[in-house]
C-alpha cells in the first residue's frame, strides 16, 4: 500500500497505512480487498502483498468494501469525493463492482440520489449476506437502502434515520 500524504521516504511503510476497511473473502481466505485512504488494495497471497487497483471509476477514496462470499474477484465500493471533502462525487451516491478482481468496474445508480447527495457510508455501512445477492446500505445522513440484485439497482428503506455508523445481515 502506499500512504501518499506522507513525505515520500514513508510512503510504502507498512506501519503509517490507513486502512479504511479491510474484508476477507470467506470462501477464499487467502483474498483480502482493502479501501484505503489512498486507493483500493487487494491481496491474494494472505496478506503478504498487496496490488493497488488503478481502474475504479468515479473515485478510488472512500471507507465502504464488501466482497463476496464466493467469488474473490468480485467486490463493491462506495466512493466518495476525497478526504478534504468527504460527500459523494458530483453529489450523486454510487455503488462500483468489479466482477474480476479489478481489472473493470460496473456503476450502478438506481435508487441512489443523483441530484445534491450528502451521504457518505462509514466503514461498516455496506454489507453482503451469505448468499452474495443481496446488500444493504447506510449513510452518514440517515438513509438505508437495500439491493436485491449485486448491488445493480437500490430500494431505500428509510431516510430518516440517525448516522448509520454500521448495517450486518443475521447469521
Known sequence: MIA??????LQNDPEIQDPHMVVQCPSSPDVYWCQHHNGIFRS????NSWHEI???PVSSFGFAVAVHP??????????????QDRIPVDGKVVVTRTTDGGKTFSEFREGLPQDNAFDLIYRHGLAI??????????????????????GEAWHQLSAHLPPVYAVQFAA
Not at 501518499?4 to 521516504?9: G, T
Open 70 to 83: 464466493h467469488d474473490p474477484n468480485t467486490a463493491w465500493f462506495v466512493p466518495a469525493h476525497s478526504d
Open 129 to 150: 449476506d451469505r448468499t452474495g445477492t443481496r446488500l444493504a446500505m447506510g449513510s452518514t445522513t440517515g438513509s438505508l437502502w437495500v439491493s436485491e440484485n449485486g
Open 4 to 9: 501518499r500524504f506522507m513525505p515520500p521516504d
Open 44 to 47: 491474494t497471497d494472505g496478506l
Open 54 to 56: 488503478t481502474t475504479a
